[in-house]
C-alpha cells in the first residue's frame, strides 16, 4: 500500500486489497509524502483495532513501515490514516 506525495487529499493509491482467510500477512506500507505525516491502522468488522505487529505511529515519508497481521476472518475490514481519515481510506477484504 502507497501514500503518494499529496496523499493526504488524493488518498492512497490502493483502495482496496485482497488477503485469505485463517493465514497471517505482512502488509507493506510505502509512505512517499514527505508534505505530511501519515499512519495505517486496520480496523475489524466490528470497527475495533486489529492487532498488528509494527509501529503504527504517525511519520513522513519517504519511509516504509512493515506490519505483521494476525490470521483474519473472512469479512471486510476497513484500513485508514488515523491524520486524514476522510481521504485516506480503504478496504481489506478477507476471504
Same mark, same amino acid.
Do not use: E, W
Given at each position: 500500500?502507497?501514500?503518494? *506525495?499529496? %496523499?493526504?487529499?488524493?488518498?492512497? #493509491? #490502493? $483502495?482496496? &486489497?485482497?488477503?485469505? %482467510?485463517?493465514?497471517?500477512?505482512?502488509?507493506?506500507?510505502?509512505? #512517499?509524502?514527505?508534505? %505530511?505525516?501519515?499512519? &495505517?491502522? &486496520?480496523?475489524?468488522?466490528?470497527?475495533?483495532?486489529?492487532?498488528?505487529?509494527?509501529?503504527?505511529?504517525?511519520?513522513?515519508?519517504?519511509?516504509?513501515? +512493515? !506490519?505483521? *497481521?494476525?490470521? &483474519?476472518?473472512?469479512? $471486510? !475490514? %476497513? !484500513?485508514?490514516? +488515523? *491524520?486524514?481519515?476522510?481521504?485516506?481510506?480503504?478496504?481489506?477484504?478477507?476471504?
Amino acid at each position: 500500500m502507497t501514500a503518494p *506525495v499529496g %496523499a493526504a487529499t488524493a488518498g492512497f #493509491q #490502493q $483502495t482496496t &486489497l485482497d488477503a485469505a %482467510a485463517g493465514t497471517p500477512f505482512t502488509l507493506t506500507f510505502d509512505n #512517499q509524502d514527505n508534505q %505530511a505525516p501519515h499512519n &495505517l491502522i &486496520l480496523h475489524n468488522p466490528d470497527g475495533s483495532n486489529v492487532q498488528v505487529t509494527g509501529d503504527t505511529s504517525f511519520f513522513t515519508g519517504p519511509g516504509q513501515r +512493515q !506490519y505483521q *497481521v494476525p490470521a &483474519l476472518t473472512a469479512g $471486510t !475490514y %476497513a !484500513y485508514m490514516c +488515523q *491524520v486524514h481519515p476522510t481521504t485516506m481510506k480503504g478496504t481489506l477484504t478477507v476471504r
